[in-house]
């Protein structure tokens, strides 16, 4: 059984894996670490789960022309490499490595290498800004507590003042 025969058996999986390569390349880094991370644990477990996870990205691969989604595939086969080394390189079957074959051939190309770096720079960019938005909305919320803060204390102070019971709400 090839592993795209195999992904029928572990649906869950295989949504996991997709995630990781979507999430990957929309830029959203956290979730498809955790996404990522979760699908290379099961792989340790499972040798059809690691033919699955090579599989789907040998289809992705295969059948994609969204760079973004490419190179997400082979960063989840190279961190499922790293970490699992022989066990995992064991899954790559023949049609895998003639995709991978074909795509360092491509990327010989001036072009390709150039669109494949314009998009990494791209996509560094777009996790820079939204950064430095959540940067921006971190300090605006310390701004308006520290604003509220202050209020409460004037508010407070001006009770005692009066005599005043203070009183919690």
């Known amino acids: 059984m090839d592993g795209l025969a195999l992904a029928g ?8 894996v997709l995630s990781a390569m ?9 979730e ?7 699908a290379i644990d099961e792989c340790s477990s499972s040798y059809e ?13 295969r059948l994609s022309v969204d760079g973004p989604v490419m190179l997400a595939a082979i960063e989840l086969v190279a961190m499922a490499v790293g970490n699992l080394g022989v066990d995992f390189a064991r899954c790559l ?6 995709t991978m074959t074909k795509i360092l051939k ?14 990494m720079l791209l996509t560094e960019k777009r996790e820079r800004i939204k950064n430095a938005n959540k940067e921006k909305k971190r300090t605006r919320r310390r701004r308006r ?3 509220e803060t202050r209020e409460m204390r004037r508010r407070m102070g ?12």
Not at 32 to 38: D, F, G, P, T
Not at 106 to 119: F, H, I, N, R
């Open 106 to 119: 491509m990327v010989q190309s001036e072009t390709v290498k150039a669109g494949l770096l314009t998009e």
């Open 22 to 30: 979507a999430f990957a390349a929309s830029g959203r880094s956290e």
């Open 145 to 147: 507590m520290k604003t």
């Open 158 to 169: 001006a009770r005692r003042r009066e005599g005043e019971e203070l009183e919690w709400k």
């Open 9 to 16: 058996r572990f649906p869950a999986f295989v949504e996991r």
């Open 49 to 61: 789960k690691g033919r699955v996870l090579a599989a789907l990205v040998e289809e992705k691969l």
């Open 93 to 98: 079957d023949e049609k895998f490595m003639r």
């Open 32 to 38: 498809a670490l955790a996404a990522a991370v979760q």
